[in-house]
């Protein structure tokens, strides 16, 4: 621990002893009287009790005091505000401030704070459950199998080395390897979806170097398209089933497209891993994204105060409604987090920069969803995508946990 | 303002903390309000086991600014101590506490990062000089000399 603290020791190592300033006991003329009084007397081995210790390299005793109280200000909102020490604590003679200046002041970028908005999506594939099976009727071959929500019916398009086009579409790589699968399903949450027996897939046709390989280029090992018709298609258009399996998607229909890749383990069976999960809504591509400490939220309801974990990370009181972007933990409550942003532009958790503040505030879902969701799965609620913050282009969140990154291109292929 | 009145505005997160102090103790750490400033705690820290410092009870002082937990608690050692990141006034030379602070660390990760600085000194980002020049140039004498500081220092009396 001590290694990860070199930077900015060294930093403060410098400004402590830059050259020219007198060493620091001198610097400190008032003596402090500890709070209450009961400063330990200094006996033998213990430092003398009159140092103002909390202010040491920040004062050097060179700065006038009329600066040193213009660092106090911190604009907020347009206004100023004034950071007074708080008398009872260090009174001292000679009137210096004695109020430590925490930080120098910094350049602070306003972040902006956005409310989460809400879309709808109609088909969550839960990314945990997918699997890929031994065919136990079809010897070297494998079954995908995975649980999913949906609030409407519609039809599930499996892919084996498929590579992502302009409007979601899909194009097997090897056409020759196998047929892209398809399946309809019926409305209902916490549904489970495997192949039939019989029906699996033989990597060894792929050539197992190729489909092992991680997703690069929009290809992906295992690809796994699910549509619903949220509402009915226009008269002119072709049915969808006369289409072929993976053709660019229609603004009228709503999917969702999971990728993942295939790892071998060391038993011979294979590991499938969600990479992406991406949303197709009204003619838009967005991409889901998990959002880090969203479990632990108040979302949903069951904030009871009294959890460490679930609480405001800064106040440790209020339930956590806001996430960081692009770093996506969601660590504060919003109170904090608009306090937070004109004093650093970091993330309290992992000190990543600050772009966006985005609040996710997630009405209580309604009984029938949400006891049926809750009773299928802790995910639940895949038919309440959450959010759109901002214009376009931006930031959503889903499901209650993920957001969706709208890809700026909509086809997201160069 | 009186003390009284300054403690009654203390914010929710300060009285959690406390009592979480209080009730879960880290191993090796001790650290209690005292009862006129809420915002002031005496602390105690024990010399991790393999380090110069074993056996020896340090006595450091905290206090929490009025922008904790936006910026960073001050602490300080009282028991003289021979490490390369800590001065001869006690100061601690951490990172977290200066630039690397973050609202979402907490007194007990301050000082548990404390008690890992004394198990790992590091003389390339000295406080004190003559300590750290110390450490480089014979680190066996330096480790002994930390040791015979603990004994003298910080036996616990």
Redesign the interface.
């Known amino acids: 621990m001590g290694n990860s603290s070199s930077s900015g020791r060294r930093n403060s190592h410098i400004l402590s002893q830059s050259p020219g300033h007198p060493p620091p006991p001198r610097m400190y003329p008032a003596p402090h009287r500890y709070p209450g009084g009961h400063a330990p007397p200094p006996g033998p081995g213990m430092y003398p009790p009159n140092v103002r210790y909390y202010s040491y390299h920040h004062y050097n005793g060179l700065i006038p005091p009329s600066q040193f109280y213009s660092q106090n200000f911190i604009q907020s909102n347009g206004q100023f505000m004034i950071n007074l020490p708080p008398p009872q604590l260090y009174s001292q003679p000679g009137g210096m401030p004695s109020h430590p200046v925490s930080q120098p002041p910094r350049p602070l970028e306003v972040v902006e704070h956005q409310r989460a908005s809400t879309i709808q999506n109609t088909v969550n594939l839960k990314k945990a459950t997918l699997r890929l099976e031994k065919d136990e009727e079809n010897r070297g071959s494998y079954l995908v199998s995975f649980s999913f929500d949906a609030t409407a019916a519609g039809s599930i398009c499996i892919f084996f080395l498929a590579e992502e086009g302009a409007d979601c579409s899909l194009s097997p790589v090897k056409p020759d390897a196998y047929t892209p699968l398809r399946s309809e399903f019926e409305k209902g949450l916490g549904q489970k979806f495997r192949q039939a027996p019989g029906t699996g897939v033989k990597f060894s046709k792929f050539g197992e170097k190729e489909l092992l390989k991680g997703g690069e280029h929009y290809v992906f090992p295992l690809v796994i398209r699910m549509e619903t018709l949220p509402k009915s298609p226009p008269a002119d258009e072709p049915p969808r089933e006369s289409l072929p399996l993976g053709a660019p998607l229609p603004d009228w229909v709503h999917a969702q497209i999971t990728q993942a890749t295939i790892e071998k383990k060391d038993d011979d069976s294979y590991q499938v891993r969600v990479v992406k999960q991406i949303l197709w809504i009204s003619g838009l591509r967005y991409e889901l994204q998990e959002i880090y400490g969203i479990d632990n939220s108040g979302i949903g309801g069951n904030f009871d105060g009294t959890v460490a974990g679930k609480a405001c990370v800064v106040c440790m009181s209020e339930p956590r409604d806001t996430t960081v972007l692009p770093c996506r933990h969601m660590c504060m409550c919003s109170e904090c987090a608009k306090v937070l942003r004109f004093q650093t532009n970091r993330c309290p958790v992992c000190r990543t920069p600050v772009e966006k503040l985005l609040e996710i505030k997630v009405p209580k879902r309604g009984s029938e969803l949400g006891g049926a969701a809750e009773s299928s799965s802790s995910q639940s609620g895949a038919a309440t995508a959450k959010d759109l913050i901002g214009d376009c282009d931006k930031v959503e969140h889903i499901d209650p946990k993920s957001i969706l990154v709208q890809a700026s291109d909509g086809t997201s292929k160069s | 303002?009186?003390?009284a009145?300054?403690n009654t505005n203390l914010?929710?997160?300060i009285i959690?903390?406390t009592q979480?102090l209080l009730s879960e103790p880290a191993p090796g750490i001790s650290a209690s309000p005292?009862?006129?400033?809420l915002?002031?705690f005496n602390v105690m820290i024990l010399g991790p086991s393999q380090s110069p410092y074993e056996g020896g009870v340090f006595?450091l002082?905290l206090?929490l600014?009025?922008?904790y937990?936006?910026?960073?608690p001050?602490?300080?050692?009282?028991?003289?101590i021979y490490h390369p990141?800590i001065?001869?006034?006690?100061?601690i030379?951490?990172?977290?506490l200066?630039?690397?602070?973050?609202?979402?660390l907490q007194i007990r990760t301050v000082l548990l990062?404390i008690q890992?600085?004394l198990?790992?000194?590091?003389p390339?980002?000295?406080?004190a000089?003559n300590i750290a020049k110390h450490w480089k140039t014979n680190e066996q004498e330096a480790v002994e000399t930390a040791r015979e500081w603990t004994r003298?220092?910080?036996s616990g009396a």
């Open positions: 303002m009186s003390a009145t300054a914010p929710r997160r959690k903390e979480r005292s009862e006129e400033n915002r002031y006595k002082e206090f600014p009025e922008e937990p936006m910026a960073a001050k602490v300080r050692f009282l028991t003289k990141n001065d001869k006034l006690g100061r030379c951490l990172d977290i200066k630039d690397k602070w973050s609202p979402a990062s890992a600085l198990s790992a000194p590091n390339d980002d000295p406080l000089e003298l220092y910080a």
